[in-house]
């Protein structure tokens, strides 16, 4: 499913590709950049009517977005997505990374089963994360355009989470690839991390998360705003490149 304004008002601020974007925190991000004037190209998994009905919404208010399925773990989606963005609007010039499996270890144990959980989640969370930002960083540097690469980690890549080894690896290796290609890619192209701590509430009650407010310096959630002044603190910042930035009321701390 795909929807699309006239393409005249893509070059205003550029064009940023949301991954995860269908719903909750990647949906309030990708709505913050299109009010910003960017034209939206938005993935999502499953959110698919939800997802469309959003971005009608900003293509009716004036805005220029697009919306498509995308599974991570397949590559020729990636490829077919990019080339499709840039066949209507150019190269993306801003990659926001919003995809993540979280998926308790305790569904990994077992022979068959636990194994494809476990390289699905890598997929999703890593793999195909990580091999986007280089397709994406490819096609900037032959269309000779500087850009940014913002992903939306977790505070679980950088301290332990008991019983979710996996879900944690996935999200350190994302924190790492950014300070790695921040420093192959300068000058031309920036890449940053963010990470949130306790940002939206669960839509179902969640004791836990309700402790993990407790636990937090600021006794607060970030909510959607915090992320987002964070990603546009980052778009300005011309001369931050490699940063892994805490949005997590001080959680990091103790």
Same mark, same amino acid.
């Given at each position: %499913?795909?929807?699309?304004?006239? +393409?005249?008002?893509?070059?205003?601020?550029?064009?940023a590709?949301?991954?995860?974007?269908?719903?909750?925190?990647?949906? $309030?991000?990708?709505?913050?950049?299109? @009010?910003?004037?960017?034209?939206? @190209?938005? =993935?999502?998994?499953?959110?698919?009517?939800?997802t469309?009905?959003w971005? @009608?919404?900003?293509?009716?208010?004036?805005?220029?977005?697009?919306? &498509? #399925? $995308?599974?991570?773990?397949?590559?020729?989606?990636i490829?077919?997505? $990019?080339?499709?963005?840039?066949?209507?609007?150019?190269?993306? =010039?801003?990659?926001i990374?919003?995809?993540?499996?979280?998926? +308790?270890?305790h569904?990994?144990?077992?022979? /068959?089963?636990?194994? !494809?959980?476990?390289?699905?989640?890598?997929?999703?969370?890593?793999?195909? +994360?990580?091999? $986007?930002?280089?397709?994406?960083?490819?096609?900037m540097?032959q269309?000779?355009?500087?850009?940014?690469?913002?992903?939306?980690?977790?505070?679980?890549?950088?301290?332990?989470?008991?019983?979710?080894?996996? &879900?944690?690896?996935?999200?350190?290796? %994302?924190?790492?690839?950014?300070?790695?290609?921040?420093r192959?890619? @300068?000058? =031309?192209? !920036?890449?940053?991390?963010?990470? #949130?701590?306790?940002?939206? #509430?669960? /839509?179902?009650?969640?004791p836990? &998360?309700?402790?993990?407010? /407790? !636990?937090?310096?600021?006794?607060?959630?970030?909510?959607? /705003? *915090?992320?987002?002044?964070?990603?546009?603190?980052?778009?300005?910042?011309?001369?931050? =490149?490699?940063?892994?930035?805490?949005?997590?009321? *001080?959680?990091?701390?103790?």
């Amino acid at each position: %499913m795909s929807i699309v304004a006239l +393409p005249t008002m893509a070059v205003e601020r550029g064009v940023a590709l949301v991954i995860g974007g269908g719903n909750r925190l990647g949906a $309030l991000i990708a709505r913050d950049l299109s @009010a910003a004037g960017w034209a939206l @190209a938005v =993935t999502y998994h499953q959110s698919g009517s939800r997802t469309a009905h959003w971005v @009608a919404e900003v293509v009716a208010a004036g805005g220029v977005a697009r919306c &498509y #399925p $995308l599974d991570l773990r397949h590559p020729f989606a990636i490829t077919s997505i $990019l080339a499709d963005v840039h066949h209507h609007w150019g190269p993306v =010039t801003l990659l926001i990374n919003n995809a993540g499996v979280f998926l +308790p270890d305790h569904l990994l144990y077992g022979a /068959e089963e636990g194994w !494809r959980h476990m390289e699905s989640l890598f997929k999703v969370t890593l793999q195909g +994360p990580l091999w $986007l930002s280089m397709q994406v960083a490819q096609a900037m540097r032959q269309a000779q355009v500087s850009g940014q690469i913002i992903t939306i980690a977790d505070i679980w890549g950088e301290r332990p989470l008991s019983g979710y080894a996996a &879900y944690g690896a996935a999200k350190a290796g %994302m924190i790492m690839a950014t300070q790695v290609l921040a420093r192959d890619w @300068a000058p =031309t192209i !920036r890449v940053n991390a963010i990470l #949130p701590g306790a940002v939206l #509430p669960p /839509e179902e009650e969640n004791p836990g &998360y309700q402790r993990l407010l /407790e !636990r937090t310096p600021l006794k607060d959630q970030a909510g959607w /705003e *915090g992320v987002c002044q964070a990603v546009r603190y980052l778009l300005s910042a011309r001369f931050v =490149t490699g940063e892994i930035l805490h949005v997590d009321g *001080g959680r990091h701390l103790v």
